[in-house]
């Protein structure tokens, strides 16, 4: 069984032990798991090239540990509780055994239409059990997922396929989003006109009645997995084999394609979902996140399942049909571990305490916070309404390259401040920097926040491009590995995420890069030039504020739509703009770099200390945009 911290004294022996001998501790954890031969070395490690290697030959397969082997212990508990979008449908339960039955009859079906271990499958599907189901159905085989979150936009999946090269497209036919019924497979068409050669077939679950155009690529799901064996042998993997790839955001206008690996990956995300949540045999657990981000891989699906929880699994909005959804589901499942975003919590808090105070909340044990800094209004809300100040709020601080929680605060174990994540997870040792890459040491300080030795769950390359992984994350400050946050520590030790010291926002809680949403507004026939910064926003955490030079032909609300439409085609709805403002000009260094420190300030209303901008090529401008600002 995995390790479970049990008090402030084990937490303060378990992280030094782990800081003292990690090999020792990551490979105690990992005795933990079923392994069809064990490693030959712990860890090799060169964060220059950088080449990380975690249970370097061992062999596994991560389902035959989220699924086989808990049949003969709990094989009749449920591990996945499914809501539907609509309160009145069915509520589905997947038993353990009843999981690895569906799992392997979609392994057979990927089997029988080719797909081979090492492929690629991309996903561009609704939160429908069949997601989970499909996605370990390739870790099964040995195949690469791709979870595309459905939100994306025909042009954005058509990137991601194509860099993937991937082999096949598994999708739904439609999307119960609230009130919403979004035609996901008619995305997918799309982005096969645009070209996506590699695939060859293209997987479609029936969620609606209505009809869709058909393609000879196209297979139906109910017709392909139904007649197939309940049995599928495990591939055997190599501790270092592709698990998946996750693409993000980052400071270039190119998503990235975050690559995690089997061995490691399992060990780290059973180890932190056990100790964040503290979970205990028989309780119900929530996360409320997308499978199409690493959130949802992580800790609905891999964490959960590895540890043998029951995970639920929601298909629909907190606000639909009212908002009250979140807390009616809680108190349905009766769940005692709850887990989402500072932005759904910031929305519910606005819509009054009348929602939460109709259910009966009381089986909670702990509320987890993720995706973005959590401030203290939202934090005390949080902890007053919805925990009545019993349940420990884990404000969990990590990202899509760490693959799971890295600092939280551990739940009745280690104190909780609002808005800090507080301290790291055992193996995880986190440093300030300065921007010449001096350590910034003492408390009460701020700087870049760094990791200096590596954790089993960490990225190990940018698919395709290891050049860019290493110049992204490993280049910035010797021997390092650069999150692009900051953070600051205070007196006691603990560290708060204050944000991204890079050109990423953060809107609700998704990554965007800046350079990202220009190069979609560029797309515009009638825009020139145009810069994006984030800006605060109340209940998104940041918005999105573009300011952009046009050819003038056109002007007006017509405008500023047409714009809207462009990003939402070329990213789609979540990279919109906030807030689109004509500018005849923006400030520029002479070299002829933008200053967005500038821009950043006038978005956030912030002009009373701009800096010296007498060096700049066009000084007047500043005055301008100011004046003009929205
Ligand atoms: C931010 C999400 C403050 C941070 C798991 C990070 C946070 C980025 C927190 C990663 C937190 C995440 N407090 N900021 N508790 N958690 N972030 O890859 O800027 O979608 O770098 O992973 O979100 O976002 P990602």
Redesign the pocket.
Known sequence: MTYQISSLEDYKQTYQRSIDDPEGFWADQAETFTWRKKWDSVLEWDFREPNIKWFSGAKLNITENCLDRHIATRGDQVAILWEPNNPADEVQKFTYRELLAAVCKCANALKALGIEKGDRVVFYMPMVPELAIAVLACARIGAVHSVVFAGFSAQALADRVNDASAKMIICSDFNNRGSKHIPVKKVVDEAMAKGCPSIENILVHKNSNEDIEWSDKDVWWHDQVAGQSEECPAEIMDAEDLLFILY?SGSTGKPKGVVHTCGGYMVYTCFTFKNAFQYKDGDIYWCTADIG???GHSYIVYGPLLAGATSVMFEGVPTYPDAGRFWEICEKHQVNQFYTAPTAIRALMARGDEWPNKYDLSPLKLLG??????NEEAWNWYNKTIGKEKSPII???????TGGIMITPLPGITDAKPTY?SYPMPGVQPVLLDADGNLVEGNNVEGLLCIKFPWPAMLRTTYGDHERCRQTYFSVFKDMYF???GARRDEEGRIR?I??VDDVM?VS???MGTAEVENAINEHENVIESAVVGYPHEIKGQGIYAYVITDGSKGGEDLINEIRAVVTREIGPIAKPDKIQVVSGLPKTRSGKIMRRILRKIAAKDTSNLGDVSTLLNPEIVEEIIKGSL
């Open positions: 993000t981000w690493i959130t916070s993720v995706g973005e800094p959590i404000d969990t601080w990590w990202q899509t390259e994540a999150t692009g946050d995420v944000g991204r953060n809680g998704h990554r």
